[in-house]
């Protein structure tokens, strides 16, 4: 298995390079009214309307203003599509069985909610997120379509 490997903060994540549209420099995003706080704005994509999520917020971590090495993933998962706003692309990593570790126990369902696994790499723990969990309901598209 392949997986992309990003920065968000101090902390690696990684995502199935098959959910990967695209790879784009950050540009300024328009706000989109009541939203989440982890929904940094939306962006024009080739005409079409993008939410972008910011990675950090929505796994809990301190928010962060984008800088020049900042990009947006464009991911997809069925018919869903967000911007995942990172510090940076890290690596292409492949993936053995053996390299792959689960979830520890927390005592909440939160952690397993967001991350499929752990990856361990050199002396690094990678976590891999879920992509269907990380995206905006159906709700938050509409009202991105309709602004």
Same mark, same amino acid.
């Given at each position: 298995?392949?997986?992309?490997?990003? #920065?968000?903060?101090?902390?690696?994540?990684a995502m199935d390079?098959?959910?990967?549209?695209?790879? #784009?420099?950050?540009?300024?995003?328009?706000?989109?009214?009541?939203?989440p706080g982890f929904?940094?704005?939306?962006?024009?994509?080739?005409?079409?309307?993008?939410?972008?999520?910011?990675?950090?917020?929505?796994?809990?971590?301190?928010a962060w203003e984008?800088?020049?090495?900042?990009?947006?993933?464009?991911?997809?998962?069925?018919?869903?599509?967000?911007?995942?706003?990172?510090?940076?692309?890290?690596?292409?990593?492949?993936?053995?069985?053996?390299?792959?570790?689960?979830?520890? /126990?927390?005592?909440?369902?939160?952690?397993?909610?967001?991350? /499929?696994?752990?990856?361990?790499?050199?002396? #690094?723990?990678?976590?891999?997120?879920?992509?269907?969990?990380?995206?905006?309901?159906? /709700?938050?598209?509409?009202?991105?379509?309709?602004?």
């Amino acid at each position: 298995m392949e997986l992309l490997s990003v #920065r968000s903060g101090a902390q690696e994540f990684a995502m199935d390079i098959r959910s990967i549209r695209e790879i #784009r420099g950050w540009i300024a995003s328009t706000y989109l009214p009541h939203a989440p706080g982890f929904i940094k704005g939306m962006i024009n994509l080739r005409g079409t309307v993008l939410v972008v999520v910011d990675l950090a917020v929505r796994l809990g971590l301190p928010a962060w203003e984008p800088g020049p090495a900042s990009v947006v993933v464009v991911v997809e998962a069925g018919d869903k599509v967000a911007g995942l706003l990172v510090d940076a692309v890290c690596d292409i990593i492949t993936v053995t069985d053996d390299m792959r570790q689960p979830i520890p /126990e927390t005592g909440t369902a939160a952690p397993k909610e967001f991350l /499929e696994g752990l990856v361990m790499l050199d002396n #690094r723990i990678i976590s891999v997120i879920s992509i269907p969990a990380l995206m905006p309901d159906a /709700e938050m598209q509409e009202m991105a379509e309709a602004v």
